[in-house]
């Protein structure tokens, strides 16, 4: 069974930046996309950012340009920098990654933004 878990800072104020980290237990290049979503409070799991093989990546319209998804396959490691944070990315964030048949998911990690 694959295993994803997320870590990182937690709190930032608006305009600030954070980087959060998934760690995976096999490598990232036996996936076939993997990324971030999040869920903000009353609102559905949404994608913020995913990456693929290629590597082509997709943003959310709404964090476009201040978000960036990494692989780091030494570590089977991927982050999430986001920049320019503001309160309304404040919410749960949770790594993925997929095969053709199967996706995996980390146990979320809460990211708050102060004003």
């Known amino acids: 069974q694959v295993q994803l878990v997320e870590s990182g800072e937690n709190f930032a104020q608006a305009g600030g930046s954070l980087t959060l980290s998934c760690v995976a237990s096999e490598s990232f290049l036996t996936f076939v996309h993997m990324g971030w979503y999040r869920q903000t409070p009353g609102n559905e799991r949404e994608l913020v950012g995913e990456?693929?093989?290629?590597?082509?990546?997709l943003y959310a319209e709404s964090v476009e340009g201040r978000f960036t998804v990494s692989i780091d396959n030494a570590k089977n490691a991927m982050d999430l920098q986001m920049n320019n944070l503001q309160p309304e990315d404040t919410g749960v964030y949770y790594c993925y990654a997929a095969r053709l048949r199967e996706s995996y998911w980390g146990q979320g990690t809460q990211v708050t933004v102060s004003i």
């Open positions: 990456i693929g093989r290629g590597p082509e990546t």
